[in-house]
């Protein structure tokens, strides 16, 4: 995902991990779950992709409105091809700005995607004024700065957040922070080893479906009663004020 001024007719993301995370749908599933209830009827998802989320998104909320912005080119017409059938859901190439009028989103949801993005703080803002009042920004993020490695600049990743640093660009956009957690703590151990240890460029489909099968699923149960203190991730529900 790249800076909003940049050309998205120009852009394109090789996206390799975008094929290995399809086989993950237990963490696509485990996502939404926590997004469900402060998703609003209009749902913009940004950094779409091939469409793997918005799958699984659609099966959680089949009566949302949902628009997906994907702004590279070479992503774009597989995302289109992808809900061409589907009424309920618009395809456009671009960016935030590009989604619809301001104050028209119930939801913004961006899923490992702010880490792409050089000016966070524009993208954060840019979602506010997107989003109607009351409205919620949905994020989902890498975590911990120490483990950024060989893993993180193959996925064009420009940065990994804190639980503070992300809670205050939240604020600054106007945003109230609703909830910032960590989450995924086993995944701490495996990133470090791939993308610190072993340098590795990229997640091959095998990967992602061993972690999905056999880690998932009982990290999912122990984050229902513990939330850790450090995770691989973060995720994130904002609040636009609304008064707004």
Do not use: C
């Not at 989604?99 to 954060?124: M, Q, T, Y």
């Not at 639980?163 to 470090?192: F, I």
């Not at 997640?203 to 992602?208: G, H, L, Q």
């Amino acid at each position: 995902m790249p800076a909003e001024t940049q050309d998205a007719a120009a852009f394109t993301y090789s996206g390799e991990e975008l094929d290995a995370l399809a086989q993950a749908p237990n963490y696509y599933r485990w996502i939404v779950r926590r997004f469900s209830p402060y998703l609003g009827r209009r749902v913009v998802e940004v950094g779409a992709g091939i469409g793997t989320f918005a799958e699984h998104l659609l099966q959680a909320a089949p009566r949302v409105e949902l628009t997906l912005v994907e702004p590279a080119a070479n992503n774009y017409p597989h995302l289109r091809a992808r809900f061409a059938d589907r009424p309920e859901v618009r395809a456009v190439q671009g960016y935030l700005h590009d989604a619809g009028e301001p104050g028209s989103a119930d939801s913004v949801v961006a899923v490992n995607v702010l880490e792409h993005v050089r000016d966070d703080r524009a993208f954060l803002h840019a979602a506010h004024h997107l989003l109607a009042p009351g409205g919620h920004l949905l994020l989902f993020v890498p975590a911990v700065p120490a483990l950024f490695g060989s893993l993180d600049r193959a996925f064009q990743h420009v940065r990994r957040y804190t639980r503070p640093m992300l809670a205050q660009r939240l604020r600054d956009s106007g945003l109230e922070p609703l909830r910032v957690q960590y989450t995924n703590l086993p995944g701490v151990a495996a990133w470090w080893l791939s993308g610190k240890v072993l340098r590795r460029r990229t997640v091959t489909p095998r990967d992602a479906r061993l972690y999905d099968r056999w880690v998932v699923p009982w990290v999912q149960a122990l984050e229902r009663v513990w939330t850790p203190p450090v995770g691989q991730s973060l995720i994130a529900v904002a609040r636009k004020n609304e008064l707004e």
